[in-house]
């Protein structure tokens, strides 16, 4: 084998860049479309009407699954080195879904519809692996 | 820290298998291991690419073992290469193949001789940078079985 | 609009020496598509290719791969870094300029030659959003599968028995890497990969190349007896971030077909690159196919996956559907991206005299 790298280093506007300084602080922070669509992670344009989107607004770190996959054998480039599902999960506040790992532990759990809670990890830098996965909330 | 996030970093490595050799690649690397470097001559054109990509990229035609081409060097086995001063000379001579003697056994001050080429299989004139050469005439050399000439003999020549 | 013809086609056999390069798989393929026309290299006046460098960590790689169109005296050329379905679309764009007649299509990838064509392929996603989480064309894959079997009410084992029955389709085609009869239990009682996904319902990724003639007008009669008439041609594009639409539709699918006049008299064959299961039923829904047309006869993607040539090699199967078979209007499909994000529609006819 042989090893092709790349330090990337890459400049994250203001769009993007607020929500990384969000998750940073530990909130999550949406933007808001013309049309009234709140998008969680946020664009710098509403992709139905290409029109700029710039009104940042906060959301919850906490709500429900729309989809979800489990994976038996995770690859060395996904987010837990366990067995997990990935989630699209609709924040409270948001209108569109985030992706990332939900770890509920087995594949009946890995269900539309659950209520889960982002698992911040003990450092964060500004960076979406500022949220280690989600976890379901507690009852 | 109050400050906007600007940056983010995103080290990314993939990993690639080493790919296989091709199998005229292997042989070209065997020929190499032989002492042969060789080339593929292009059936349409002519011009000869070493080491050998399996094609001509300007007549787009493959090139396969059928035009396999050696670059000038024909030699398979050890040989030695002789300066000859012949009797009568002022001048060397430079030769290759010697027979009848043990490439170990060559030292200077050998008396060799001349094994012609079969009268009508003597070639034309060779001509070469160095000018004028004996070219195909003379086969090889061979030991007279004379005793060796000394050194000072031969101290006294011109190259 | 000018009129355009697909009046050859071929495909690099699966089969291939040890090591060999992607210029040496195009070069005889090459030959044999103009050969089949009685033309040669100096009747091309346009030249487009598809590949992707990532494919093997090279850098610029279709420059060498151009010396199998033969580059010498300079030729004219474009490349796209996609699959070759795209490459067709732009040899299509420029013949409509007029003074070019026969353009050059091929596209090539070594899709075997990373380590993990799933980790591989996650560099192509949002740099921000996607690819710091390593979410892998194969997960996302299982995530639309998830909505797609939520909005049919499909079930897993249907879509075992679309794997069966591509598989069946697949059983006279040289280029399929799997083939033949399987049953619908048996593979149902493998693993899955990403639920609901398993290995059968990912196309298996393989090397490959193929390569397309274009001729414009009266030539492309001259040189086929059955031309095959792009009637209509059209891609677009989803958002990419797969949580802001919903993925159980192709709405981009389904603009590209209606821009392509999949309607305008309907087709009877479609050759859809559907790489994973689901595919095929979000994409038959968004071009209206109803029973009446014959999806996949090849087999489809998920017999072989020659990554950056699987969308060509589609409207190439149409291609031969008009040329070899007779069908009067059939259409390829070709995707790129997450979960269907980008997709082209070629529709193709054959016309009687």
Wanted: glycine share 10%; net charge negative; proline share 6%.
């Amino acid at each position: 084998m042989w090893k092709l790298e790349f330090p990337y280093r890459r400049s994250v506007g203001p769009v993007i860049g607020a929500f990384l300084t969000g998750l940073r602080d530990r909130r999550v922070i949406g933007v808001r479309t013309a049309g009234g669509r709140v998008m969680v992670p946020p664009f710098e344009y509403d992709p139905e009407t290409g029109e700029p989107a710039s009104e940042m607004v906060d959301v919850a770190s906490a709500g429900v699954v729309e989809r979800a996959a489990w994976v038996p054998e995770p690859l060395r480039t996904h987010p837990l080195d366990r067995p997990f599902a990935w989630a699209l999960v609709r924040l409270d506040g948001a209108d569109t879904a985030l992706l990332h790992a939900f770890d509920c532990g087995s594949a009946d759990r890995a269900t539309a519809g659950t209520r889960v809670r982002i698992r911040w990890r003990a450092e964060t830098v500004g960076h979406l692996s500022d949220i280690e996965c989600f976890e379901p909330e507690p009852a | 820290m109050t400050d906007p996030v600007q940056f983010m970093s995103h080290h990314t490595a993939v990993e690639y298998a080493v790919p296989e050799p091709s199998r005229l690649g292997v042989h070209f690397a065997e020929q190499l291991a032989r002492a042969r470097i060789i080339g593929h001559k292009c059936p349409q054109c002519g011009k000869v690419y070493v080491p050998p990509r399996g094609y001509c990229p300007l007549c787009v035609v493959e090139t396969t073992a059928a035009n396999e081409v050696d670059q000038g060097q024909k030699e398979t086995e050890d040989y030695v290469q002789a300066t000859l001063l012949l009797d009568g000379s002022d001048t060397t001579l430079m030769v290759t193949g010697l027979e009848g003697i043990a490439i170990a056994d060559v030292r200077t001050g050998l008396r060799v001789e001349a094994v012609w080429a079969p009268e009508g299989e003597r070639g034309s004139v060779s001509t070469g940078i160095r000018g004028v050469g004996l070219g195909d005439a003379v086969k090889s050399w061979r030991p007279t079985g004379e005793p060796d000439v000394s050194r000072d003999a031969l101290a006294e020549h011109i190259l | 609009m000018r009129d355009v013809a697909i009046v050859a086609f071929a495909q690099a056999p699966l089969e291939q020496e040890p090591g060999q390069t992607e210029t040496l798989m195009l070069l005889p393929t090459i030959t044999e598509a103009l050969t089949t026309v009685g033309l040669t290299r100096r009747d091309v006046g346009f030249t487009c290719s598809g590949s992707a460098d990532y494919l093997t960590g090279g850098t610029f790689t279709f420059v060498q791969m151009l010396e199998a169109a033969g580059a010498w005296p300079p030729i004219s050329e474009s490349h796209v870094e996609m699959d070759g379905a795209w490459a067709l679309y732009e040899a299509w764009v420029r013949l409509q300029h007029g003074d070019v007649d026969v353009a050059l299509v091929f596209a090539s990838g070594r899709a075997t030659a990373g380590a993990s064509l799933r980790e591989t392929l996650t560099f192509q996603l949002d740099p921000y959003y996607l690819a710091p989480i390593g979410a892998d064309y194969v997960s996302l894959a299982a995530l639309q599968a998830q909505a797609v079997l939520e909005h049919t009410g499909r079930t897993e084992k249907d879509l075992a028995q679309i794997v069966a029955q591509r598989r069946r389709d697949a059983a006279g085609n040289p280029h399929a890497a799997v083939s033949g009869d399987v049953g619908v239990d048996e593979l149902l009682r493998n693993d899955y990969v990403v639920a609901p996904l398993r290995t059968h319902d990912i196309g298996p990724a393989v090397d490959g190349a193929a390569a397309v003639v274009l001729v414009a007008g009266d030539r492309a009669r001259e040189v086929c007896d059955r031309p095959a008439w792009i009637a209509g041609i059209d891609h677009r594009a989803d958002p990419h971030y797969p949580g802001v639409r919903d993925l159980a539709q192709s709405r981009s699918t389904a603009v590209a077909g209606a821009r392509a006049g999949v309607a305008d008299g309907g087709v009877e064959v479609a050759e859809l690159t559907a790489v994973c299961s689901p595919e095929e039923i979000v994409l038959a829904e968004a071009l209206g196919l109803d029973d009446s047309v014959t999806i996949n006869p090849s087999g489809g993607a998920l017999v072989a996956n020659p990554v950056m040539v699987t969308g060509l090699v589609r409207i190439g199967e149409a291609f031969r559907q008009v040329h070899d078979h007779g069908r009067r209007r059939v259409l390829g499909h070709a995707s790129s991206g997450p979960c269907l994000q980008q997709n082209l529609v070629c529709v193709l006819e054959g016309r009687d005299a």
